[in-house]
């Protein structure tokens, strides 16, 4: 592959990558993200926590939106609780191991997760059972629950009270949209706790 060539396909991944960012602004997505910085104010005043579930690059999303929470964001005040299911890898691989890689996130959610608390559930197809498995477990605790996936939605969407259904099929796209979404609702959050 020639430079240029080589160069015109880079050009092309970064345009692709700033088209679908681009598309967020059209529709639903600004009302969508607003009434989830609510839920997630609202939970957090009551002292709730927000707890994160995803397999693969998804989970790479989760645990980093969750340490903006639990760290800082732009702001140096006290730590939100927010924790990604996964980074327990004693847990992961015994809970896999017994009972099967469907039901880590299930378990960890019936084990953490209490009414009032929220699950942020990011699945790019909207099908891995054991991110249905967990926003199940979730709905019957009473938490709320909240996707986030591709455009179709897979049964993510049909499961959760909010879903961000991205406007992309493409899995690399998609997260980069799910981080955009997940670093605005941090930042709106954290403004809304602590203030500018």
């Known amino acids: 592959m020639s430079q ?3 160069q015109i396909q880079i050009a092309a991944l970064i ?38 579930c995803g397999n693969g690059g998804s989970a790479a999303d989760a645990q980093h939106i969750a340490a903006e929470l639990s760290g800082r964001f732009y702001t140096d005040r006290p730590p939100l609780y927010a924790e990604a299911l996964h980074v327990n890898t004693s847990y992961l691989t015994a809970v896999g191991n017994d009972y099967g890689y469907d039901f880590i996130f299930e378990r960890m959610t019936e084990a953490a997760g209490r009414k009032g608390d929220i699950l942020v559930a990011l699945s790019t197809s ?22 986030m996936t591709g455009s179709k939605g897979g049964k993510l969407k049909m499961l959760c009270q909010e879903c961000f259904c991205v406007p992309s099929d493409d899995t690399p796209r998609i997260q980069e949209m799910h ?4 670093h605005i609702l941090c930042q709106l959050v954290e403004n809304a706790l602590f203030g500018k």
């Open 126 to 147: 909207g099908n891995s059972p054991n991110v249905l498995k967990a926003v199940e477990k979730a709905n019957q605790i009473g938490m709320t629950t909240i996707g």
């Open 15 to 52: 345009q692709s990558s700033i088209d679908a960012k681009k598309s967020l602004l059209e529709g639903s997505y600004l009302a969508q993200i607003e009434r989830v910085v609510g839920l997630w104010v609202a939970a957090y005043q009551k002292d709730h926590k927000i707890l994160f």
């Open 179 to 182: 981080l955009l979404i997940g």
């Open 4 to 6: 240029i060539s080589s």
